[in-house]
């Protein structure tokens, strides 16, 4: 039977835990909703749903992970559900392995423009995406060096890479956004960013900030079920959640200081709404304007996306490899290989559903009068979207009505006394009550019960 992993140290679990909830959402996506939503006050709603919604289902789901010792698949075995909830477990597996599929198509973006930057090549980027002899190797690169890092195995391969790709991703955000907030005109950046418009607030902006909380928290994959597995007894997953959280969100408002200031400086009629348009065809030409090395800033930038888009591929992988080693009794190579070369093959139709008139770019289908085109856009919203949520309504019903929290709520107190008392109580009314209700909240805001079908997160 293969061996279990198991971190090497606490710091090593919070890196690699951090790294799988900071992803490309919190450098781009994280920042253009807040200004889109009141700015300041929609990151103080943010906090507010971090601290009361990511938060207890990020320690719901490690301490499933713990008490357990398996996979998403396993946990929910182990500890007693039967087929239904465990099929909780198995969506989870699917979502980590779908998600990284489509999800290396952007990464794969990343390192293109990294090379294009540095020896100073203006790309358009409608024109870069039609290019799948260029776009599918570029995936293919990045999976190939997710395999890499998890073929190392928990401590040897996932934690030594946390341990030095996270310092690199804050050191190169800091530089970024020191340098952007010093242009001559980003304060108007800033005050596009942060001032807050309380009058933006409202149920609406705050369905927006929950989706965003708990998705950038990294809930509903079974990434923490799965990275709370591998950690010893002694461990204080109150105190290294609260790290994880509050990385998260630093990456996450950060992101904003690095792209806002330097737009409005250099760019002033650009629309600051842009997704990923934002990020590939704006900002290498705001990189480019800035003196002296801008095209070193701009690679430095996509040496940023990529490193945080690695940290989140790297969990998406080890979710399934884990199921096929505790389950199928799989060595870690063979679960790793084949996985790869599986979510390699089907990054494939992601990757030509940007190409004009190919049929995996005019596949649609309608969700609640929503329209949903493309093969790309149709697997983020049923894996990356809606197969979270449904996954965490389930995760927080199952420990929290189906099973005894009691148990739940003692695994968190080992290696964490203070959390004994009220904290204890609170977490369990949360988890009980509070997080199932605003889960069913979003839910139905998806489907269109409060207007227009909205998004998650």
């Known amino acids: 039977m293969p061996k279990r992993g198991q971190w090497g140290s606490t710091f090593g679990f919070i890196m690699a835990a951090a790294g799988s909830a900071v992803g490309l959402g919190n450098i781009w996506r994280f920042p253009y909703i807040t200004g ?58 699917l979502v ?27 790309v358009d980027f409608s024109n870069f995406v039609q290019n799948p002899l260029l776009v599918i190797p570029l995936c293919f690169a990045f999976i190939l060096a997710t ?45 596009y960013y942060l001032s807050p418009d309380f009058s933006k607030i409202n149920g609406r902006v705050i369905l927006s900030a929950l989706g965003q909380a708990f998705f950038s928290m990294s809930v509903g994959w079974g990434l923490m079920i799965t990275f709370g597995s591998y950690l010893p007894k002694d461990a204080n997953i ?11 969100t630093i990456v996450a408002l ?23 348009a934002l990020v590939f065809n704006v900002l290498p030409r705001v990189f480019d304007q800035i003196d002296p090395f801008g095209n070193i800033i701009g690679a430095m930038f996509f040496v940023l996306l990529f490193v945080a888009a690695l940290t989140s591929s790297i ?10 080693i505790d389950e199928r009794k799989w060595s870690r190579k063979k679960a790793t290989w084949t996985i790869g070369i599986a979510a390699m093959l089907l990054s494939i139709p992601s990757s030509l559903s940007a190409v004009n008139g190919n049929f995996f770019q005019k596949i649609s289908f309608s969700f609640f009068g929503k329209p949903i085109a493309g093969f790309f ?15 965490c309504l389930m995760l927080s019903l199952y420990t929290g009505w189906v099973k005894k929290i009691k148990t739940y709520a003692d695994e968190l107190a ?27 909240l979003v839910l139905l805001n998806m489907v269109g019960v409060f207007g227009e079908p909205g998004e998650a997160g």
């Open 315 to 324: 969990s998406m992988l080890e979710v399934p490899v884990a199921y096929f």
């Open 147 to 191: 395999i890499a890092i998890v073929l190392g195995g928990i401590s040897g391969g996932i934690e030594k890479a946390a341990k030095f790709l996270m310092p690199i991703l804050f050191l190169i955000i800091v530089l970024i956004a020191a340098r952007s907030v010093t242009l001559p005109g980003a304060a108007a950046g800033i005050e």
């Open 238 to 248: 109150i105190k290294s959640s609260g790290w994880i959280g509050g990385m998260d």
């Open 96 to 122: 980590c392995f779908a998600v990284l599929s489509y999800y290396s198509v952007i990464a794969g973006w990343t390192i293109g423009y990294i090379f294009t930057e540095l020896i100073n090549i203006p």
């Open 414 to 440: 080992k290696g964490a006394p203070r959390f004994d008392g009220f904290p204890k109580q609170a977490w369990v009314f949360f988890i009980k009550w509070i997080c199932p209700i605003v889960i069913l």
């Open 36 to 93: 889109q939503n009141g700015g300041g006050a929609f990151v103080l709603v943010y906090i507010l749903c971090v601290l009361l919604i990511g938060l207890p289902l990020l320690l719901n789901e490690i301490a499933l992970g713990r008490k357990s010792g398996k996979n998403p698949v396993g946990a929910i075995r182990v500890t007693g559900g039967n087929r239904f909830w465990q099929s909780a477990g198995i969506l989870c597996v």
């Open 254 to 276: 950060m992101g904003g200081l690095m792209i806002f200031p330097a737009l409005f400086a250099l760019l002033p009629g650009e629309n600051p709404d842009g997704g990923p």
């Open 377 to 391: 856009d149709m697997m983020d919203f049923f894996f990356g979207t809606m197969a979270v949520v449904v996954i």
